[in-house]
Each structure stands twice: as structure tokens, then as C-alpha cells.
């Protein structure tokens, strides 16, 4: 029998929904905060986020990429650049510490811990400034078999943290000039490793398996989210296509959460729009 419970479709209400939800957090915020800037900002990732989708409701084959180029580099440059914000995991422990709730706190608490909640790892695949430039390059599925150095991200995690409690204890002055340096170069680092990674093992995401200390936060979250893509087995003639499509290396023919890579998935939606049986779903 058919299993349509729980089922969630890309299609022409997606965009409104999304943007709904938008608008409510940025209520929200703005409420919680009374800073307007969390209306402007919202509002225009949402609207980047319903755009992108209506077009890949329409399956045009680089809507993802322009959402991804749209609200990438709107948080890197104008939030991170111009704004002096450090919305990376350097900025979110140094403004956590300080017990500051502005841009960087909301930002890793919208996208990379509450949010995966509901939609999983949607900001690496929708977001994130690192993988908009990452996807791009040439190996859009993974061209050899996985490694085994998930312990990078830990070890980069765990290095990050120590970093951001020596300023405190060593009681540097100018700790927020050094904290925007610290995004700059981190940044600069990030891209520069993306790139040798995904040359060297012809994936372009083997950045994110491998090295983002992101993902400590978005894999635990993500084993829970609402948003996942799962398989009706009666439909499934067992071709395989949609797993050559995952640039993750997700088992998406098991719908277990203890699937195959299960916390890496990030919606790109390559193995739904790969399955010419119409057997996979959100
Ligand atoms: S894993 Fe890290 S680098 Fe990759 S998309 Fe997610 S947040 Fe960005
Ligand atoms: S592409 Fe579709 S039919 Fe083929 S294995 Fe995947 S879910 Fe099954
Ligand atoms: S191809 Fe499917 S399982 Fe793989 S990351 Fe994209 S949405 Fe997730």
C-alpha cells in the first residue's frame, strides 16, 4: 500500500509557505529583540528562499544555485563584510560569551540549531556561503568512495572554541576588530581548503563531509527534522539512479533515521527529481 502520510511536495504553495514562515520569524524576532533589522533580513532571505523554489517547483535545474548564490553571499558580504558581523562559529561563541543576542546568536540558533529541527541541513544546501562557491565546481556527485575523517569537523569544533576562550582569558583589547578578522580569514581558510579538498577527492562537498565544524551542531538537529526525503518502497523499482544523484552519499532508500549518512542530507531535492517512478518524497 502507498504510504502518503507525513508526505511534503515541492509545488505551487511551497513558496508561500515558505515565505509565511519568513515573515513569522521575523515578527518574532523583531518582537524579542525590537531590532528592525531582523524584519529586513528575514524578509529578504525568505523571499530569496520562495523565489528560488517557485522556480524549482518548476524544475529548473540551477534554481538552487541562484538561491544559494542569493542568500549566500547577501549574509558573507553585507551582514559579514560590510556589517562587521562574524556570523561564524568564532562570532557565535564570542557573542554567546558576551550575552549578546544579535545577528550571529540568532543566525546559529535560526539555521543551525532550532531550524534543522523542521527542515534538516536546508541551509547547506539553500544558505550557506561556503557551498555556494563549493557547488559550483565540477564534481557534483562524489567520483571515489567515501573517507573515514569525520573527526576533522571535531577537532576543528573543539579548536574553534578553545580559540575563542583564550581572547577572553588573555583579556586582549580590540576583541571585536579581532573578532572580524577571525571571520575574514577563517573564511578566506574555509574556501581555500573547500577548494583542494574537492579537486583532490573530485567532490565538491568534501568540505562539508569532512572539515565544516558546522555540522556538529546540524547533524544532531538534523537527525530530527520534520523535512526528509523518504522512499515509497511500492514504487521503487530499485534502479539506483537517485543515489548516484546524492552528493552526500545518503541511503535514501531506507527510510530509518539510522539511514546511511542520515545527517548529511541537504534537501537539494537531485535524488526526487533523478526517480522517473515518482518514488521519493519530502
Ligand atoms: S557543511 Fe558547512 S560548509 Fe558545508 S554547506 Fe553546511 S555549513 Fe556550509
Ligand atoms: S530512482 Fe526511484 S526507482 Fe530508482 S532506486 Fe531510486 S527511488 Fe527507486
Ligand atoms: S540527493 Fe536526496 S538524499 Fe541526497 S542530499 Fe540531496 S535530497 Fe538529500
Known amino acids: 500500500m502507498r504510504k502518503h502520510m507525513e508526505e511534503f511536495q515541492l509545488n505551487v504553495k511551497t513558496p508561500i509557505i515558505m515565505e509565511s514562515i519568513f515573515i513569522l520569524i521575523a515578527v518574532v524576532m523583531y518582537l524579542i529583540t525590537s531590532n528592525t533589522f531582523f524584519i529586513f533580513n528575514f524578509l529578504y ?14 524544475n529548473n535545474r540551477y534554481a538552487r544555485n541562484i538561491i544559494l548564490l542569493a542568500v549566500g553571499s547577501y549574509l558573507f558580504f553585507y551582514v559579514g563584510i560590510l556589517g562587521h558581523e562574524n556570523l561564524s562559529m568564532s562570532g557565535f561563541w564570542y557573542y554567546l560569551f558576551l550575552g549578546v543576542f544579535e545577528a550571529a546568536v540568532v543566525h546559529f540558533l535560526v539555521a543551525k540549531i532550532l531550524g534543522p529541527l523542521l527542515f534538516g541541513r ?21 567520483q571515489n568512495p567515501r ?94 539512479k537517485c543515489r548516484k544523484s546524492c552528493p552526500m552519499d545518503v541511503d535514501m532508500l531506507d527510510n530509518s533515521r539510522k539511514r546511511e549518512n542520515a545527517t548529511e542530507c541537504i534537501l537539494c531535492l537531485n535524488c526526487i527529481h533523478s526517480c522517473s517512478k515518482d518514488a521519493l518524497k519530502l
Open 122 to 142: 536546508g541551509w547547506c544546501g539553500y544558505a550557506c556561503w561556503t557551498a555556494m562557491v563549493l557547488d559550483l565546481l565540477p564534481y557534483k556527485t562524489p
Open 147 to 240: 573517507k573515514n575523517w569525520g573527526y576533522i569537523r571535531y577537532v576543528l569544533f573543539a579548536g574553534i572554541l578553545c580559540c575563542v576562550v583564550s581572547l577572553f582569558v588573555l583579556k586582549l583589547s580590540n576583541l571585536d576588530l579581532i573578532i572580524y578578522y577571525l571571520f575574514i580569514a577563517g573564511n578566506l581558510a574555509y574556501y581555500i581548503v573547500g577548494f583542494i579538498l574537492a579537486y583532490k577527492l573530485k567532490d565538491n562537498r568534501a568540505f562539508c563531509k569532512y572539515v565544516c565544524p558546522i555540522t556538529v551542531f546540524l547533524k544532531i538537529s538534523s537527525y530530527f527534522s520534520f523535512l526528509r526525503v523518504k522512499v515509497d518502497e511500492d514504487l521503487c523499482v530499485d534502479c539506483g
Open 45 to 58: 532571505i525568505g523571499s530569496a528562499i520562495s523565489i528560488g523554489l517557485f522556480f524549482m517547483a518548476r
